[in-house]
């Protein structure tokens, strides 16, 4: 940084013999603006040699904490994490089991018995495998639930479920 600081105190000086001489300027106030202008030129650097001794350079802790994380070598997959929050949110409203847990584990099943078994989900075999809840939970015709804020499927039902999915 000392380099652009001295080119510019050179033009200046430049710039000042040039109008003393050239211009006729009065010889006094060009050497005053001049000594102003080396001044402001001082101050500039005396100003940014603080502020990096100081470490006002440095970005803040606010600044820091908006800063992404480093990632630490394994990163969780967003489908992993979005399914974790389909899984709690089913445990919390029953509205999100309806619109958002029902239909993955319908397709699980629904996959599941056709590849193993030879069956589609609608089938009367199909319906003891998977069980008379679950049969209940993937019926085609189940309506929304009336209070989308009532209680889910709490995770032990859930799991069982899935329990039950993985074993067919």
């Not at 085609?140 to 899935?162: N, T």
Request: aromatic letters at 4%; proline letters at 8%; glycine letters at 6%.
């Amino acid at each position: 940084m000392k380099r652009p600081l001295l080119t510019l105190a050179f033009v200046g000086g430049l710039v000042t013999v040039v109008a003393v001489v050239a211009a006729g300027a009065p010889r006094a106030r060009s050497l005053d603006a001049l000594a102003v202008f080396l001044g402001a030129l001082l101050m500039a650097r005396l100003v940014r040699l603080t502020r990096r001794a100081s470490g006002a350079d440095q970005p803040s802790s606010y600044d820091r904490s908006l800063r992404p994380a480093p990632s630490r070598g394994e990163t969780r997959p967003a489908s992993l994490t979005q399914l974790e929050r389909i899984v709690y949110l089913a445990e919390m409203n029953a509205f999100d089991l309806h619109m958002r847990l029902r239909p993955r584990l319908r397709m699980i099943a629904e996959h599941r018995l056709a590849s193993r078994r030879g069956l589609r989900l609608d089938a009367p075999e199909a319906r003891e495998l998977v069980g008379e809840d679950l049969a209940e939970l993937f019926r085609f015709d189940r309506p929304r639930p009336e209070d989308p804020f009532a209680p889910g499927m709490p995770l032990d039902r859930q799991r069982a479920a899935l329990a039950r999915l993985e074993r067919i």
